[in-house]
Nanobody
């Protein structure tokens, strides 16, 4: 079971760190991704990390501002979000893929946690 946390409300330029904890050992050998969904919009890919943590992928909109990492000893994946913008406002979800590499397509993720709200005000 995946549990996302760390959301909150910040001003433009602020930072947040999201945490995805795996209580069931779901993603020890799986890629983990972060997705987000803004009101009225489809869920979109944000970032992903390979099972080992060595390979990562980012959406163009967050590249250079967000950093994904994982600590397999703690069964935890992090998303450090810096220089936040109002357009980053969304519910953020973490998910585990059946693949080992940092894949992007949403259908390749089959274990989902509940979301955590991120709100960035101008």
């Amino acid at each position: 079971q995946l549990q996302a946390s760390g959301g909150g409300s910040v001003q433009t330029g602020g930072s947040l760190r999201l945490t995805c904890e795996d209580s069931g050992g779901t993603f020890k050998t799986n890629a983990v991704g972060w997705f987000r969904q803004a009101p009225g919009k489809e869920r979109e890919f944000v970032s992903a990390v390979s099972w080992s943590g060595e390979d990562t992928a980012y959406a163009d909109s967050v590249k250079g501002r967000f950093t994904i990492s994982r600590d397999n000893a703690k069964n935890t994946v992090y998303l450090q979000m810096n220089r936040l913008r109002p357009e980053d406002t969304a519910v953020y979800f973490c998910a585990a893929s059946r693949y080992m590499g940092p894949v992007r397509p949403l259908p390749l993720y089959n274990y989902w946690g509940q979301g955590t709200q991120v709100t960035v005000s101008s």
